[in-house]
């Protein structure tokens, strides 16, 4: 079961962990980028993660550029420096600075979900 968070800026990444990324929607549907994620709900500093879907439905545009042996080293430690988002005209941004890369998308909107355990 889910329960929804209000926006993907008002939580903090520093310091959490990438899971799974799934780009779908390749073969004529909408096409998305759905990622999980361990994050940091309370203030900085806290040390209890929560994990979370993010889905940016319908993607226009993504990147992603990283060395593995990088994200891999970071695992436990924390693979993603922060989160920038952006509204743009009609326009979602999600911007992840990684440990060892950069994954960058914009779409029509950016939906963050806890999964609850």
């Known amino acids: 079961m889910t329960a929804a968070v209000p926006r993907p800026d008002e939580i903090n990444w520093h310091d959490g962990i990438l899971y799974p990324i799934s780009l779908t929607?390749?073969?004529?549907?909408?096409?998305?980028l759905d990622l999980i994620?361990?994050?940091?709900?309370?203030?900085?500093?806290?040390?209890?993660?929560?994990?979370?879907?993010?889905?940016?439905?319908?993607?226009?545009?993504?990147s992603l550029a990283g060395d593995c042996a990088g994200l891999a080293g970071h695992g436990k430690a924390g693979t993603i420096h922060y989160a920038h988002r952006l509204d743009d005209v009609g326009r979602e941004h999600?911007?992840?600075?990684?440990?060892?890369?950069?994954?960058?998308?914009?779409g029509g909107s950016i939906e963050l979900k806890r999964i609850d355990a």
């Open 94 to 106: 999600l911007s992840l600075p990684l440990s060892g890369g950069t994954l960058s998308a914009s």
């Open 37 to 62: 994620v361990d994050l940091y709900t309370d203030q900085p500093g806290a040390d209890v993660l929560e994990r979370f879907s993010c889905s940016i439905a319908p993607l226009v545009t993504f």
């Open 25 to 32: 929607g390749l073969a004529g549907e909408q096409q998305a």
